[in-house]
């Protein structure tokens, strides 16, 4: 039996005393970089795991899978080139003209009302001076494929010089069209509208998220084109089939995009360092120069800390959530309630509170577009039935089969649209002020009006809301003046 005297425990007691020190601070050194090696393993396959099913998915991960997964297209094909000659017609910037319509601060009159002689003219002569442009335009919008030049290798901000480009041709494609339905040229017109409609087209491939949203503007600008055109003339049925042919094309491409974008937004934040994201806008900006040590102090423990990784992966199954959510009909509650759950999440998450918001908007823009959509097809399915009876129809239901598969239904609220003929309330804007940020007053002419209660759920009369405030205070219409 051993005794306290024993040489070998009182060696040990004795190595022990003399090393106390030495040994509590090699434990306080070893044991918690031991906890946060493992926890940092645990991190990291947590996160291959995650990238491994998305992959399964065919969905890219990395930067590099990113720019791969935007096809190439060869160059006979491919109608970026095509654009890029049209852009290289005219001016991506709108024209600082307040007689100019569509591309410039002039306000389009009222339905039915005339075009000011000075505004006519004005636009009359900017188009010309971009007549060039137009049938460039037309026919790269003819094309299938479309693949820009854009390197997405090198993440968030990566240059989209396109983007505005588009959007002006989509102007220009609509001031051509309301120009010539002036001259009672429908054929030109509908040609021009037709363009305006097959432009969007253009993004659907691009897993960008600002490219889908100015792909839905510029289906935007198209469908407000068409409801123009219709009230200053009168189309064929031929010509109103055609139309619906495009508009039900483009509408499954705007709903269809946004997976592809929100695809591309995960890649393009989960690879992009901290100092990027702040410099991007995704957050308070901090600053991030190579010289300030307090910011690469605070950069290098986010991503020693695990942090980075952790916000990655929890970013990662936020848009996984989303993505699952594109593919249902529009639901606010439900939009409301996973926006409330992000916001509610632990303060180790401060970026992705932030841009949740930004994110959950985007289902009611892409709502707005389909309603959008489905009123403008109502509509010209509408004045189809007029051509052929001499009369409009009751109720929608008179449009069924032969004009509409089935009455649209509404994707804010679930119901049909709603229809009313007689009396319909427009907004003109008042005398001396511009169109996008002017005062608008009611007024009461007969026609027909189809229409989506809009954002808001609210079934506001009908009411045609030209101003920027159109989708959140009033209804999503298709309205044709009438006697």
């Not at 720019?67 to 017609?89: C, G, H, I, L, S």
């Amino acid at each position: 039996m051993k005794t306290p005297s024993d040489p070998e425990q009182s060696g040990f007691s004795g190595f022990f005393a003399e090393n106390k020190t030495y040994i509590i601070l090699s434990l306080l050194i070893i044991v918690p970089f031991f906890v946060w090696g493992t926890y940092y393993v645990i991190l990291q396959n947590r996160l291959e795991k995650l990238n491994s099913e998305i992959r399964s998915k065919g969905q890219p991960v990395t930067l590099q899978e990113l720019d791969k997964w935007y096809t190439e297209v060869p160059a006979p094909e491919n109608a970026a080139d095509a654009y890029q000659t049209a852009f290289r017609e005219y001016a991506k910037e709108p024209s600082d003209d307040k007689l100019v319509m569509f591309c410039g601060f002039a306000a389009i009159p009222a339905l039915g009302d005339p075009i000011q002689e000075d505004v006519l003219k004005a636009s009359s002569e900017y188009l010309e001076s971009k007549r060039e442009a137009i049938p460039l335009l037309q026919k790269a919008a003819a094309m299938d494929k479309c693949r820009f030049n854009v390197d997405l290798k090198n993440g968030i901000g990566v240059p989209l010089p396109h983007l505005s480009s588009l959007r002006q041709g989509a102007r220009l494609l609509g001031l051509e069209s309301l120009m010539e339905m002036e001259k009672g040229n429908c054929d030109k017109a509908v040609e021009a509208s037709v363009a305006g409609l097959k432009l969007p087209k253009s993004l659907k491939d691009e897993p960008v998220l600002i490219s889908y949203l100015v792909m839905i503007a510029c289906e935007s600008i198209a469908l407000s084109n068409i409801e123009w055109i219709i009230n200053r003339g009168n189309l064929s049925d031929s010509q109103l089939f055609e139309l619906s042919k495009y508009i039900i094309e483009s509408e499954k491409n705007c709903v269809n995009s946004i997976e592809i974008a929100l695809a591309g937004e995960r890649v393009s934040w989960t690879n992009t360092p901290l100092e990027n994201l702040l410099d991007s806008g995704y957050g308070p900006s901090t600053p991030s120069t190579p010289g300030n040590l307090l910011a690469r102090f605070f950069y290098s423990s986010y991503e020693l800390s695990g942090l980075a990784t952790l916000n990655k992966i929890k970013y990662a199954e936020m848009i996984e959530e989303l993505m699952e959510i594109s593919k249902t009909p529009y639901n606010k509650s439900r939009l409301d309630t996973f926006e409330t759950r992000i916001r509610n999440l632990p303060m180790i998450y401060p970026l992705i509170k932030m841009v949740a918001p930004a994110l959950t908007a985007l289902f009611a823009k892409k709502a707005n577009i389909e309603a959008a959509s489905k009123v403008t097809l109502a509509g010209l399915a509408v004045g189809r039935y007029r051509l052929k009876h001499g009369k409009l129809p009751e109720s929608l239901n008179d449009l069924v089969p032969e004009f509409l598969p089935s009455i649209p239904i509404d994707p804010f609220n679930g119901n049909q649209l709603i229809y009313k003929k007689g009396e319909v309330v427009l907004e003109k804007l008042l005398p001396g002020e511009e169109s996008s940020s002017g005062k608008y007053e009611n007024i009461t002419k007969k026609g027909y009006v189809i229409y989506s209660v809009g954002q808001n759920g609210l079934d506001d009369g009908g009411v045609s809301m030209r101003s920027s405030s159109k989708y959140k205070h009033g209804d999503i219409t298709f309205t044709v003046i009438r006697e």
